[in-house]
């Protein structure tokens, strides 16, 4: 009886919502500023968690659990920023492709802890990597994508948001390990949380972002964007546990999809057919990936 191996719903659900919400942090970003969309996206979100979550026994924790669940709420919100700055500078035709990489760098990075590949997963990342070259137009060079009045800035905001999205994958998947998912998700919520607080009460500016932003008018957005980035990341969290956690960082990068989708539609951002054809790639890389374990004996 067919069944989806483990992770890859949660991987392609994770996608959808976090897409979405990279998406809508387009227009927080440029009422608002990016860091203050980050506060709202992370603090909103966290509330109903917090709220409704039941603490396990302690005694099933472990330090070095708690120490990367820590570690990945401190992460997220600078990793958010990157992204929401580079989002508001676009074009998103360039930051998606980039950000879709994070998780194929994270199966690379398991290869440290001794995670080797086989021929049919080698052969589904080398397609991500050659779609986000192509989607991404990086392997054009900088002075190319300027000319096209694409700021390198772009590029490097990206770039930098990406890395710390994978390292951020691989704390999660350390985190979840040696604790209950939910004790780990909200640990590392409540970190991000008081990042967020910190920051904005020690920068008068962003103060009065956050008063601008109560104001009735701006809610809806802010709720919708908080409630799909907590709702990404906690099944980052669930389909990180045991096997999923080799496959949903790969099922994850179709993110870019759902992003490019809503640029398109939305922002009638205009998308040339040779980064049409990089996205392809990163779409036939994901389902090779996919499909590996299925093809497993």
Not at 195 to 218: E, N, P, W
Not at 260 to 280: C, D, N, Q, S, T
Request: proline share 5%; charged share 10%; with cysteine.
């Amino acid at each position: 009886m067919f069944g989806f191996p483990p992770g890859f719903l949660e991987g392609l659900g994770a996608a959808a919502s976090l897409g979405t919400a990279d998406f809508t942090s387009r227009y927080n970003s440029a009422r608002f500023g990016s860091f203050v969309a980050v506060f709202f996206a992370i603090t909103l979100g966290s509330l109903p968690f917090l709220i409704f979550h039941e603490w396990g026994h302690m005694t099933e924790w472990s330090s070095s659990a708690v120490l990367f669940s820590i570690l990945a709420g401190v992460l997220n919100p600078i990793s958010l920023w990157l992204l929401f700055r580079a989002i508001a500078v676009g074009p998103v035709a360039v930051v998606s492709p980039i950000i879709a990489a994070n998780p194929a760098l994270v199966v690379v990075i398991n290869g440290l802890w001794g995670y080797i590949p086989s021929f049919v997963q080698s052969f589904g990342l080398m397609a991500i990597f050659a779609g986000v070259l192509l989607a991404s137009g990086v392997y054009q060079g900088v002075r190319v994508l300027y000319q096209q009045n694409i700021a390198p800035k772009t590029i490097w905001l990206a770039t930098f948001a990406s890395i710390l999205f994978a390292i951020r994958l691989i704390f999660i998947e350390f985190s979840v390990a040696d604790m209950p998912v939910m004790d780990s998700f909200i640990i590392s919520r409540c970190a991000s949380a008081l990042i967020c607080i910190a920051v904005v009460l020690s920068f008068s500016d962003m103060r009065r972002h956050v008063l601008k932003a109560t104001q009735v008018g701006t809610w809806p957005l802010l709720i919708l964007h908080a409630t799909l980035e907590a709702c990404g990341v906690f099944l980052i969290f669930w389909g990180t546990m045991g096997e999923g956690k080799t496959l949903l960082p790969v099922v994850f990068s179709t993110i870019t999809l759902f992003t490019l989708l809503w640029a398109r539609l939305f922002l009638k951002e205009k998308i040339p057919p040779k980064r049409l054809v990089g996205v392809a790639f990163v779409v036939f890389g994901v389902a090779v990936l996919a499909a590996a374990p299925l093809l497993s004996p």
